[in-house]
């Protein structure tokens, strides 16, 4: 086994021994260092057989599967060599993809390989991320082998580097760094070059800041993770943690942030610095920027940030949506675009309005910023109800929201929608993933009336909705829209499990023809 070992390594790649060995060394040192000594935890005596057994399935099952495929003529099965096929995977992936991370010192790299192996490992995707990532790329073959959140998150990280380290004060290389970012993205939506140079600006950060980015980065992609929920079931909040990926990130860091060998292995100053990153179990960028609802600026006006951990959370969440589509284009930040860049900053000045007049409603500026774009001429009520979907459909031109209001106009039910939108964007109700929802109606149909019916379908069930978790439209796939725009969102299709994910009901009577058109 030995020597089938060694030649395997050595066809890798003339680094790979060492990253290994370092891998295999973290994983032990990440049992090691996680010391159940905290109140919190359970006596030793109960953790060690489960820590034991965790150590030996990273590290021994790495030699294990090395050691037989050396002279295999199988396939590898990702299921039975998880931990070469991943290792493996990620080098070749890392140096095709990936020139900044590549060139992070070793440690550095070792924990990015060894943090997003918990996400190796979940098999929960976002509806994001189950699309096909670019399927034309042929130097990587990862398709059955790495979670797809993992690109996500190196492609946060690798967009992260690039503008940190390019120089703004250097002409050459800042056309070169933004020709890098930008090359996925569509011409006449393409961030500007003046953009662009403004998102360098905010970006001269400490070293400091930028490792703890790059560990909020790993810990914001491990959660939910099995072995994160795992962790947290030695403790005793084992039965009370949230199902919504963010709300779990704040609430591990908050009450057992050494979980994450990301935070573990930092210096402390550099652990301050990630809490920002997670400053409750609420507050989320996203939900803002979408104008999902207002339970998320609600959070952010109690929340009573410094202007450090302001800054902070806000270029964290910046990198967040500079790798949003990383699973489909891993080379650039194709999610930033124009459209992106101009919601984001309008968001931001919404907040700083707020911090300077608190009397003024970050949502309702944020909404009034973004209607004006869009030239939105209609009543109080309208525009509100027309920016949150147009902001969520990702359709930000006057003319596309001039269609969106003639929908709105035409739509039978039109005067119970407002009534009720009035009352649904008030509650303290924590909606995600409606943005999806209404995003996979327009990509199926590319129809306005389709997207105003599923809003207000999914506005009808905010009202009676009793769950502690949040309202969550996460399983709402582009078969799970057929089947509602099938039914013509009728109640009768709908279905709530114990985690409140909404998802739609097999009507096997009902028949639907896919249109042919494609989302712009």
């Given at each position: 086994m030995r020597k089938k070992y060694y030649d395997v390594v050595m066809r890798m790649g003339p680094n790979i021994n060492k990253v290994?060995?370092?891998?295999?060394?973290?994983?032990?040192?990440?049992?090691?260092?996680?010391?159940?000594?905290?109140?919190?935890?359970?006596?030793?005596?109960?953790?060690?057989?489960?820590?034991?057994?965790?150590?030996?399935?990273?590290v021994?099952?790495?030699?294990?599967?090395?050691g037989n495929t050396a002279d295999s003529e199988e396939p590898l099965d990702p299921k039975k060599y998880s931990r070469i096929a991943y290792l493996t995977n990620m080098e070749t992936l890392i140096s095709t993809h990936y020139p900044r991370i590549s060139n992070l010192p070793e440690d550095m790299l070792t924990l990015i390989i060894e943090q997003l192996d918990w996400v190796q490992q979940n098999t929960e995707f976002t509806p994001q991320a189950s699309v096909i990532y670019d399927a034309s790329d042929n130097k990587v073959n990862i398709s059955n082998h790495l979670n797809r959140e993992i690109l996500r998150a190196l492609t946060r990280i690798e967009?992260?580097?690039?503008?940190?380290?390019?120089?703004?004060?250097?002409?050459?290389?800042?056309?070169?760094?933004?020709?890098?970012?930008?090359?996925?993205?569509?011409?006449?939506?393409k961030l500007s070059y003046n953009d662009f140079y403004r998102l360098l600006g905010e970006f001269q950060i400490s070293e400091s800041e930028l490792d703890a980015q790059i560990r909020a980065v790993l810990i914001g992609a491990a959660t939910l993770s099995p072995i994160a929920k795992a962790f947290l079931s030695q403790t005793q909040y084992a039965k009370q943690y949230p199902y919504d990926s963010v709300q779990f990130s704040g609430f591990t860091v908050t009450l057992v942030p050494?979980?994450?060998?990301?935070?573990?292995?930092?210096?402390?100053?550099?652990?301050?610095?990630?809490?920002?990153?997670?400053?409750?179990?609420?507050?989320?960028?996203?939900?803002?920027?979408?104008?999902?609802?207002?339970?998320?600026?609600?959070?952010?006006?109690?929340?009573?940030?410094?202007?450090?951990?302001?800054?902070?959370?806000?270029?964290?969440?910046?990198?967040?949506?500079?790798?949003?589509?990383?699973h489909i284009k891993m080379d650039s930040a194709v999610f930033f675009d124009d459209s992106v860049a101009l919601r984001a900053n309008l968001l931001h000045e919404a907040m700083d309005i707020h911090l300077s007049d608190s009397t003024?409603?970050?949502?309702?500026?944020?909404?009034?910023?973004?209607?004006?774009?869009?030239?939105?001429?209609?009543?109080?009520?309208?525009?509100?109800?027309?920016?949150?979907?147009m902001t969520m459909t990702n359709l930000m031109t006057p003319v596309a929201a001039s269609t969106m209001y003639t929908a709105l106009q035409e739509y039978p039910d039109r005067e119970a929608l407002l009534q009720l939108h009035k009352q649904t964007f008030k509650s303290d109700i924590l909606v995600t993933y409606l943005p999806a929802l209404l995003f996979n109606v327009w990509s199926v149909r590319q129809k306005?009336?389709?997207?105003?019916?599923?809003?207000?379908?999914?506005?009808?069930?905010?009202?009676?909705?009793?769950?502690?978790?949040?309202?969550?439209?996460?399983?709402?796939?582009?078969?799970?829209?057929?089947?509602?725009?099938?039914?013509?969102?009728?109640?009768?299709?709908?279905?709530?499990?114990?985690k409140g994910e909404v998802s739609a009901r097999e009507l096997p009577t009902l028949g639907f023809q896919k249109t042919s058109g494609k989302p712009d």
């Open positions: 290994m060995t370092q891998i295999k060394q973290a994983h032990l040192r990440s049992i090691n260092e996680f010391k159940f000594n905290d109140q919190n935890y359970k006596s030793d005596s109960t953790e060690q057989p489960w820590m034991s057994y965790f150590a030996a399935g990273l021994v099952g790495s030699v294990i599967a090395l967009m992260l580097l690039l503008v940190a380290q390019t120089d703004f004060n250097n002409p050459e290389e800042v056309g070169e760094s933004y020709k890098r970012f930008t090359k996925d993205q569509r011409e006449s939506e050494t979980m994450y060998p990301a935070y573990r292995r930092a210096s402390p100053n550099v652990q301050r610095l990630i809490h920002c990153a997670f400053p409750n179990d609420k507050q989320h960028w996203r939900h803002m920027f979408y104008l999902e609802n207002n339970s998320a600026f609600l959070d952010f006006e109690r929340a009573n940030l410094s202007a450090e951990s302001l800054s902070f959370w806000k270029r964290y969440w910046l990198i967040n949506a500079f790798g949003f589509n990383g003024k409603s970050t949502a309702v500026t944020y909404a009034n910023l973004c209607a004006k774009h869009l030239e939105i001429n209609a009543n109080e009520d309208e525009a509100l109800l027309l920016t949150r979907v306005a009336s389709d997207v105003i019916a599923a809003f207000h379908w999914a506005n009808k069930i905010i009202p009676g909705f009793t769950h502690n978790n949040p309202l969550s439209f996460r399983t709402m796939t582009r078969s799970a829209v057929e089947i509602l725009i099938a039914s013509q969102f009728s109640e009768t299709s709908l279905v709530v499990n114990e």
